[in-house]
């Protein structure tokens, strides 16, 4: 079955590394993990997309393991408007038909000041 | 602004009703993505459409149904509609055939009454 998890909430301080992690047991080799960040009453926003190891952006970093079971979204110095709702999604692949692309249930960010 | 459109933003209809949602992908991008995302179920991925072509399917009602256009533009059709439909609902487009690097409207909210 083809699922991804990730914690509900965090809070952090202004100014603070946050990590969220999200676990997609199901993975296949050549599917694609990306992170997604959602404000109240908009679409989600593209951040970072990575295969293995890490990727870095202008925004923040993706760590992913060997078994790519997992992954973490680093977000380096967050500030009061990085508080959001940041999913995980992943598109596993099918035998026979196109993609599953399947959100986690995504994690509150709380950036308190 | 993502470059993707939806209209309407609001709707409001009665159970048993019939609407459609349109979505007009960026510019360029020949995949689109179609997303319901409610409070108990999180973002769902209904189904997806390539250069006219459904793709993909994901967990879309039989009472659900899609298409894309030759100008790419692309219509999510609801019937039967239930007080459980009521939800935001996305489209999303990207270049590739299958990405989770895709590009989000700001939604259609439908409530049904």
């Known amino acids: 079955l083809a699922k991804t998890t990730q914690p509900i909430s965090m809070d952090s301080y202004e100014g603070q590394e946050v990590n969220i992690t999200c676990s997609h047991n199901?993975?296949?080799?050549?599917?694609?993990i990306t992170w997604y960040q959602q404000f109240p009453s908009q679409g989600p926003r593209f951040i970072i997309q990575?295969?293995?190891t890490k990727v870095t952006n202008e925004v923040a970093s993706l760590f992913i393991p060997a078994d790519r079971k997992s992954s973490t979204l680093s977000l380096p110095r967050v500030s009061l408007s990085d508080t959001a709702v940041y999913y995980c999604l992943v598109g596993f692949s099918r035998d026979n038909y196109g993609q599953n692309f399947v959100f986690g249930p995504g994690t509150r960010l709380s950036v308190l000041p | 602004d993502s470059g993707v459109t939806q209209t309407p933003k609001h709707l409001i209809t009665a159970t048993g009703q019939r609407v459609t949602l349109r979505c007009s992908p960026r510019?360029?991008?020949?995949?689109v993505y179609w997303y319901q995302q409610s409070l108990d179920q999180g973002l769902q991925f209904l189904i997806q459409y390539y250069n006219g072509e459904e793709r993909a399917k994901g967990n879309i009602l039989e009472r659900f149904s899609a298409q894309q256009f030759p100008d790419l533009h692309s219509e999510l059709n609801l019937s039967s509609l239930e007080l459980g439909d009521s939800a935001l609902y996305f489209c999303?487009?990207?270049?590739?055939?299958?990405?989770?690097?895709?590009?989000f409207g700001q939604g259609t909210r439908l409530t049904v009454v």
């Open positions: 990575g295969y293995k």
């Open positions: 199901n993975i296949a080799t050549n599917d694609y």
């Open positions: 510019s360029g991008d020949l995949s």
């Open positions: 999303a487009s990207s270049v590739e055939t299958e990405s989770t690097e895709a590009f």
